[in-house]
């Protein structure tokens, strides 16, 4: 039967003699079905034949193993014993040991499965580890410290634009004590596994028995290119770790939840069941299709489900944006059914949440690519695979360029006259039938639209930290937006609350840590991208939304999800919390009456909001003292003080506007054709108008203002006597400026600038 012999100490081990010209060949792989690029990148083959490398005879008489090895399997890991945690960096860096390395850019710390290379290749930042020279004596290790039950290895080659790297064939060996090893072997041999056919796709080699170990060494004896790998393991723990080791707190969640992946029809049946055991607070609803026709579920959970309370704010969290980052899903998922069984079992945190917040949670925007990423399964699938719409479209960054128009207008000193610094329209090219939009993205923003939500995060995966706007890059500036300090602060409540997002001595998940020891950073400068979620959201709406970066597995295993709910359950309540910071109130007129599309500004931020349709609004801001006014079409603009404190509870600041007259002199003056009106006075001391001397528009011309003059588009004009008026009187301090636009000095100029 299978099993393991022991072999005296392999380091530094001796290259094999060159195997007879009768030795057996290594045989190729079988073709297997690779994932194919999305459409709109250009096509590349995926079945790259293994070309032939040195050493790519095994020695002669070594059996190999057979049926073992699998690539892109649709049955799952087994439970039992998941990945230990390389790509996910619970295995700290001084765990993994290599014979050697190539540089230090391609040393063992960067031998993890889905390790990226920086954007510099062959800097500190490389995608694999590699060995110095091209000898068979080299080895990379793994040291557990415990004893663990090793079941397998899942190997990949390097991650590069320009090179082919990966290993073809390896033997594995296990120590207790890192100095004397035991070979796997099939009872009278060394076996030999079989590794990679590319640099991208992972390979699962199963062992058929497992190994009790605490150290586990890779030897590759063939590759493609140079020797480089990247690699999981997967093991069960049979001790717990070293006391004398530091290590994550392991914690097991008390929360009676569903701690699996879900499938989209499981998916469904989830929120379905949620929804029947909390009928009252939740609503399930659908904010459109994926391009596969498969529906965007959305769960509503507020006490008055179904419609929009005034003085009520809107909160959203999202998730799938990319269908191969599913922490995020199952974390939305998780928190549907917290919400629920808390609010039932009388949270009062939980209960004070739900009544006073209507909350939105859609825990997958992109359907078609979560399936596709689900057949790989966790480890198993690629970095991108999965990662982009059945089109091909990212979603995160398929929305319209706003900030480079705001941008544009704001060096031609048009903002915010001639072009708002809030609400920015949507480019008239963007809305064609033919533009290049996915329809996942139309159905979000008409989502956006329809909804008046104040703050929003998006879950994504592949690192761990927060990011905030802008996303876009300025050219030669810098890029803050007029709410930095606010971004700042809602992005410190979550990563400061998660368990370990602030734990950034470990390093970036693949590079350097950008968040100087925070957790936090500005996506521009991070990861610079034009037309992102979080841009539009902020330029084209109300809501305030940042990226949640969960880890850097895009895809973890089953076991690991408890965890990852206790890591992030506080982050995921204080981060909707904030919502409930900064000002609040309602904006009516003399009457009572909701005013709808009023403007919000507060001084010193050069970012305003409207108000809903119901005339309610809401300010995210910080602690601090606020110059806040209230502008509407037809009405007097309101100045009021509001102070907001540091605890949680918005304050109370309503507007009551008053009609003011310049509707009914745009009104006069469209009847006038926007025409200059002249006013004449006869012998008797009375007003009459005229058209340019022609014509009689004393009807029409009626004084506006009292006092025996009338103020027309920033200047008075008064009666000398008799005849034609023609002396100006400056306008008092605060009146209106000139009609039909937002503000200006000139006298005498109505609307389209004619002269009185």
Request: one cysteine or more; a neutral charge.
């Amino acid at each position: 039967g299978t099993g393991a012999r022991t072999s005296p100490p392999r380091s530094p081990r001796k290259s094999p003699q060159k195997a007879p010209k009768n030795s057996q060949k290594a045989p190729k792989s079988p073709k297997r079905r690779h994932p194919r690029p999305p459409k709109h990148l250009p096509a590349r083959s995926h079945q790259k034949k293994t070309s032939e490398c040195p050493h790519s005879r095994v020695e002669a008489g070594i059996p190999v193993l057979g049926g073992a090895h699998h690539l892109l399997t649709p049955s799952p890991l087994s439970p039992e014993c998941p990945p230990i945690g390389l790509e996910s960096h619970r295995i700290d860096d001084d765990q993994i040991l290599a014979s050697s390395m190539l540089r230090h850019g391609l040393g063992a710390q960067r031998g993890r499965l889905n390790m990226q290379a920086g954007t510099n290749e062959d800097d500190f930042f490389d995608g694999a580890w590699c060995a110095e020279d091209d000898s068979r004596a080299h080895w990379i290790e793994v040291d557990t410290r415990r004893t663990t039950k090793f079941t397998g290895v899942i190997t990949q080659g390097r991650d590069s634009q320009i090179h082919e790297d990966f290993v073809t064939s390896f033997y594995v060996g296990f120590s207790n004590d890192s100095q004397n090893w035991v070979m796997y072997t099939n009872g009278y041999e060394e076996m030999m596994f079989y590794g990679n056919v590319d640099k991208d796709t992972p390979v699962l080699t199963e062992f058929p028995e497992p190994m009790v170990a605490r150290y586990i060494r890779i030897y590759p004896q063939t590759w493609n290119g140079s020797l480089c790998l990247r690699l999981e393991v997967l093991g069960c723990p049979l001790s717990t770790i070293s006391s004398y080791y530091t290590q994550q707190n392991e914690v097991t969640s008390t929360d009676n939840l569903d701690f699996r992946h879900h499938t989209y029809k499981d998916m469904r049946q989830l929120m379905k069941v949620v929804n029947e055991e909390c009928p009252t607070i939740t609503r399930i609803y659908n904010i459109g299709k994926s391009s596969r026709g498969l529906k965007i579920y959305a769960m509503e959970i507020s006490d008055n489900p179904g419609e929009h309370e005034t003085g009520e704010p809107e909160f959203r969290y999202t998730a799938g944006l990319h269908g191969n980052e599913v922490l995020g899903r199952e974390l939305l998922l998780l928190l549907m059914q917290f919400l629920c069984k808390e609010y039932q079992d009388g949270n009062p945190r939980v209960r004070s949440l739900v009544t006073e917040t209507r909350i939105h949670l859609v825990p997958s925007l992109n359907p078609d690519g979560y399936e596709l990423a689900r057949e790989a399964g966790s480890e198993l699938g690629n970095w991108a695979l999965g990662h982009w719409t059945e089109e091909g479209y990212d979603l995160f960054e398929n929305f319209p360029d706003l900030a480079s128009a705001l941008w544009a207008a704001e060096e031609r000193k048009l903002v915010p006259h001639k072009f708002p610094n809030h609400h920015v329209p949507i480019p008239e090219h963007y809305l064609a039938e033919d533009a290049t939009v996915a329809v996942e993205t139309r159905a979000v923003m008409a989502w956006m639209d329809k909804n008046p939500f104040v703050l929003g995060a998006n879950l994504q995966g592949g690192e761990k930290l927060v990011s905030y706007p802008f996303d876009t890059a300025r050219p030669a500036s810098e890029m803050p937006t007029p709410d930095h300090a606010i971004f700042r602060w809602l992005a410190i409540s979550y990563a400061s609350a998660h368990l370990t997002m602030t734990e950034t001595f470990r390093g970036g998940c693949h590079t350097q840590d950008m968040t100087n020891a925070m957790g936090i950073v500005q996506g521009a400068k991070w990861h610079p991208r034009a037309g992102s979620m979080n841009d539009f959201s902020y330029l084209h709406t109300n809501c305030l939304e940042l990226s949640i970066y969960l880890g850097c597995d895009k895809f973890p295993h089953e076991s690991e999800l408890q965890q990852e709910w206790e890591n992030n359950k506080e982050s995921l309540l204080t981060f909707m919390e904030q919502v409930h910071r900064g000002i609040k109130g309602l904006v009516t007129d003399q009457q009572g009456e909701p005013i709808a599309n009023a403007t919000i500004v507060v001084g010193g931020i050069n970012h305003n909001i409207k108000t809903a349709s119901g005339g309610d609004y809401w300010r995210i801001l910080n602690p601090g003292e606020y110059r806040v006014s209230a502008r509407a079409e037809g009405y007097n603009p309101s100045v009021k003080t509001c102070n907001v404190f540091y605890d949680i509870g918005a304050t109370q600041c309503n507007f009551v506007l008053s009609r003011s007259n310049w509707k009914r002199i745009r009104e006069i003056m469209a009847m006038n054709g926007n025409r200059p009106i002249r006013r004449i006075v006869d012998s008797r001391g009375r007003w009459r108008g005229s058209r340019g001397g022609h014509g009689d528009a004393g009807r029409a011309g009626a004084p506006l203002l009292g006092g025996g003059a009338e103020r027309v588009g920033g200047s008075a004009w008064r009666r000398e006597g008799s005849g034609e008026t023609s002396v100006p009187l400056p306008v008092p301090k605060g009146a209106p400026g000139k009609l039909g636009r937002d503000s200006g000095s000139e006298r005498g100029t109505l609307g389209g600038g004619g002269r009185v």
